[in-house]
């Protein structure tokens, strides 16, 4: 989308502002379930695993907001497995989910047991986002 500004800059804009409605994807709790998504290389899976034990950042009473300029090339430069940290595993803890697969290579997950329930349980899960939604499911 970024890189679209330089064939119609209005477009690129009103296509990232639309974006960034969505963030709320990218914390670290359901970043994580890109650890199930085949279209995610097993390099970034193995980041994925090794930043479980990242440390959170520190949460300041102070929240810096960038522009949306700055926000944007922020995300450009992003890859998923700069979301996650140790806090992402609150996913599996929340769902009492059996992570032991994590232990091992991403190579072998699609042979494990533990991580094919799992893949079939998260994909199970419903994304819902605002009031709108929650209505139509009732």
Known sequence: MKAYETVDKTISKAALQKFCQHLWYLVDEVAVLSVFDDDVDQETKIKIVKNLSKENPPVYSKHY??????????????????????????LFHRFK??????????????????FLRVKEQMMTLRAINDTAEREQLN
């Open 65 to 90: 907001i960038p522009s949306n300029e700055d926000l944007y090339g922020l995300l450009y430069e992003k890859d998923i497995d700069n979301f996650i940290s140790n806090k992402s595993k609150t």
């Open 97 to 114: 989910i059996d992570n032991s697969f994590l232990n091992n290579c991403p190579s072998s997950w699609p042979s494990n047991a533990s």
